[in-house]
């Protein structure tokens, strides 16, 4: 028939999904086939991805799909393993919120100024970087070194490659020329013969494998698509824009990623200044946003407090004095795990801001920091790129935070329109329906989701003046 069936795995920092999308000329449903969690372990040499066990949830996921007419994975970005000269994978991928990168990046800026490797790969600092853990592992025995979803896909169908967009986020690709960043890979002394070649979203990546078709029951055969890997930019690709609409997007989950969509990469020393990343899209686009630590504050609370109700805890922050205080939700110092709600009434303190005390308190303050967060990167690239926009768009994890949305309506003094939660799947699915004719390109799909998804709409409530007053207090700070 006219209606195909996509196997969407979905891998976040918590949990992982395998999604099951059916896509006909007008329609588009999703539904979860498998849900399993992400658990990091933390081992004496550090903190580790459990990627066997993620592997095993992909493939219990795929059983419980049943027939599909391709797959598709998409994960964090970053984050790898290194393989041997036989295939065979050398040891746990590192976790990116390892502490083994601290330092490394000095020392590569010792070699390659900040400012040219901006100039040249166009991507925010952050301590994990691909780069950056590359200098601080020991590559003697890697012949390969595989992205997380390039990894997996490579363990279903037996073939390897890089794929683009997973690729824009290692620092080692030049978004003007979309392909490697040739000089400063040579000057850092980083071999690019270890990454496989380029691919790009909607590339075939071979087939499932005879053992995989055993294990997971289904019958051959089954094609993998590469997708937009990295998971931001399959989130990206399914805001649900209408035609024309000039838009800045959020999404939520773990981290918040808020930018633009733009169709040149911004490389200004400005830029730079700002901590703003040109990680690459579908269809030539660039991903121009700052990375904010997100719904990471409250899980680590949440996980501190031992998992109290959350829809109670959200209810009591909604009723808590709003903006009595606020933290930098950008700052670095907030990505490492551990003692999160003392590290939030700490920096209240050193700041001279109440310390708040209650879960109820530290939530609060923790949703009116994020969306001032948002407030800043949303007016940042605006103004760094040139490009007003009259809406934001929320997808993710965080469309299920009413409160969230809300108050990053207020901050941003613009219309929010939330959903859909599940984008990152959803961009992944309206990708591998691209080689079946079902969806042409990024504006194709966007038509699709807007018929298809339910969204809420969240207008700013008009207290500016509020959220001014707060910046300038943290920018005192
Ligand atoms: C979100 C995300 C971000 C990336 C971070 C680390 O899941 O992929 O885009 O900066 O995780 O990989």
Not at 127 to 136: H, I, M
Not at 233 to 247: K, T
Not at 301 to 322: H, I, M, N, T, V
Request: hydrophobic fraction near 40%.
């Amino acid at each position: 028939g006219s209606v195909k069936s996509y196997a969407a795995v979905d891998l976040g920092a918590s949990s992982g999904r395998v999604m099951v999308g059916r896509v006909g000329p007008d329609s588009l449903e999703l539904a979860e086939a498998h849900r399993f969690p992400n658990r990091p372990v933390r081992v004496p040499e550090g903190l580790r991805w459990d990627v066997l066990g993620l592997y095993a949830g992909v493939l219990e996921g795929l059983r419980a799909a049943g027939r599909v007419d391709s797959v598709g994975i998409d994960s964090w970005a970053v984050d790898y393993g290194l393989l041997d000269a036989d295939g065979a994978l050398l040891g746990n991928p590192v976790h990116y919120r390892d502490a083994r990168t601290e330092g490394v990046a000095e020392k590569v800026w010792a070699s390659v100024p900040a400012e040219e490797l901006y100039g040249a790969t166009g991507l925010q600092y952050a301590p994990f970087n691909t780069l950056y853990q590359l200098k601080a592992d020991q590559l003697t025995r890697a012949d390969r070194l595989l992205l997380i979803p390039d990894l997996l896909t490579y363990w279903l169908t037996g073939e390897q490659g890089t794929e683009l967009t997973n690729a824009s986020t290692t620092q080692l690709i030049d978004p003007r020329t979309r392909t490697w960043a040739t000089v400063v890979a040579q000057r850092l002394g980083i071999d690019l013969e270890l990454f496989a070649p380029l691919r790009q979203p909607g590339d075939p990546a071979g087939f499932l494998r005879p053992e995989v078709l055993e294990e997971t029951g289904l019958a051959g055969p089954v094609p993998v698509t590469a997708v937009g890997s990295h998971d931001t930019a399959s989130a990206v690709a399914a805001v649900p824009a209408a035609d024309g609409e000039r838009f800045a997007y959020i999404c939520t989950g773990t981290w918040s990623l808020a930018g633009l969509e733009l169709d040149a990469p911004v490389l200004t020393e400005e830029s730079r200044a700002a901590n703003f990343t040109n990680e690459l899209g579908l269809d030539g686009t660039v991903r121009y946003l700052r990375n904010i630590m997100g719904l990471w504050l409250l899980q680590e609370c949440l996980r501190a407090w031992g998992e109290p109700d959350l829809g109670a805890l959200l209810l009591q922050a909604s009723k808590s004095p709003a903006l009595r205080s606020v933290v930098d939700a950008g700052d670095a110092a907030f990505l490492a795990p551990g003692r999160m709600p003392e590290r939030i009434a700490e920096a209240c303190r050193d700041s001279g801001q109440p310390v708040p005390e209650s879960p109820a308190h530290i939530t609060r303050c923790i949703l009116d920091s994020l969306a001032l967060a948002h407030r800043r990167a949303v007016e940042d690239a605006q103004r760094l790129a040139d490009r007003p926009v009259d809406v934001v768009h929320i997808v993710g994890g965080g469309t299920r935070n009413a409160l969230l949305c809300q108050l990053t309506a207020d901050a941003c003094g613009l219309p929010v329109v939330a959903g859909p939660t599940e984008a990152a799947a959803l961009g992944n699915v309206l990708v591998q329906a691209r080689p079946h004719g079902l969806v042409r390109d990024l504006a194709d799909g966007r038509r699709l989701l807007t018929r298809t998804q339910p969204l809420t709409r969240y207008e700013p409530r008009g207290q500016s003046a509020r959220w001014r007053e707060a910046e300038a207090r943290l920018a005192g700070a």
